[in-house]
């Protein structure tokens, strides 16, 4: 299975790239290829309904992301939202989620938005026919540790593993309804 794992997170570093190594390190345990897209390395342009698709980086970013099996967004919360670079992204890109198994990875400062990420759940659902995952992983400052890294043994690298383990067998599914429809 290849997965593209993609930090939506503008700032370099931080908790959501520390996330995305994680479930990266969990894909490639189980023999998986996984790669990191971190967007504030890919510079890509507002979705305008029109030029922004002849932008090279949104070409080379959308025939990325049509090899992957499986796709897994971390993305900082904001406003009880997944934050505007996310949205961007799948406004730029969206087509190439097409019918694919999604796991999505949320931080947040507290614990109160923890249903935000229903609204890119349902996009992707009904919009691109995605399975997405149910069992989104939300981690929440108190859940790291003072560098930023989780704890080896907490609840929040447990969920990620678990999203790893469900994303396979959901990628598989989705290559069967894919097959459905020729």
């Not at 992707?124 to 560098?147: E, K």
Request: aromatic share 8%.
């Amino acid at each position: 299975m290849n997965v593209a794992i993609l930090n939506a997170n503008l700032a370099e570093g931080g908790k959501t790239a520390h996330l995305a190594e994680v479930i990266a390190a969990d894909f490639q345990a189980s023999g998986h290829e996984s790669r990191i897209f971190s967007l504030a390395e890919w510079d890509l342009p507002a979705c305008d309904g029109g030029l922004c698709y002849k932008n090279e980086k949104t070409i080379a970013l959308t025939a990325e992301l049509a090899k992957a099996d499986a796709l897994v967004l971390i993305a900082p919360v904001y406003n009880y939202d997944f934050n505007a670079a996310a949205k961007n992204l799948i406004e730029l890109t969206g087509y190439s989620w097409k019918g694919k198994a999604v796991g999505l990875v949320c931080t947040a400062g507290a614990d109160r938005s923890y249903l935000s990420p229903l609204g890119f759940m349902n996009s992707l659902s009904i919009d691109y026919r995605c399975l997405v995952s149910p069992r989104y992983v939300y981690a929440v400052r108190a859940d790291f540790n003072a560098d930023n890294t989780l704890p080896g043994d907490g609840e929040v690298r447990r969920r990620l593993a678990f999203l790893a383990r469900e994303l396979e067998i959901l990628a598989e599914a989705a290559t069967r309804i894919a097959s459905l429809e020729s």
